[in-house]
């Protein structure tokens, strides 16, 4: 498992936009399959965006698609969420996940590898 750290949240009005960074651990980060997911407050964690190891394939939630991109860095061990047209609905907890394979998961249960998570917040 690789160590995984995230940042970038924060306190955002709607319509704002906001980079979450993922830091991961280790020297095989180009190994995982990588995802964010969030989770508000009395609902279960849920998927946000996903990108294959080497970064050529992305895959979005629906509430998301469109608004969001993720990307990746290898030679900085690190992925990224790029928010922008931020709405109330989207302030959670965000998890950044990793999975060593190259099948691109997108439900928690594929995942082994979280990071502590960071706070969006959406005011309108």
């Known amino acids: 498992q690789v160590q995984l750290v995230e940042s970038g949240g924060g306190l955002v009005q709607a319509g704002g936009s906001l980079r979450l960074s993922c830091a991961a651990s280790?020297?095989?980060?180009?190994?995982?399959?990588m995802a964010w997911f969030r989770q508000a407050p009395g609902k279960e964690r849920e998927f946000v965006a996903a990108i294959s190891r080497g970064g050529g394939r992305t895959y979005y939630a629906d509430s998301v698609k469109g608004r969001f991109t993720i990307s990746r860095d290898n030679a900085k061990n690190t992925v990224y969420l790029q928010m922008n047209s931020l709405k109330p609905e989207d302030t959670a907890v965000y998890y950044c996940?990793?999975?060593?394979?190259?099948?691109?998961?997108?439900?928690?249960?594929?995942?082994?590898?979280w990071g502590q998570g960071t706070q969006v917040t959406v005011s309108s």
């Open positions: 996940a990793a999975r060593e394979s190259i099948v691109v998961g997108t439900n928690t249960y594929e995942y082994n590898c």
């Open positions: 280790g020297r095989t980060f180009s190994r995982y399959a």
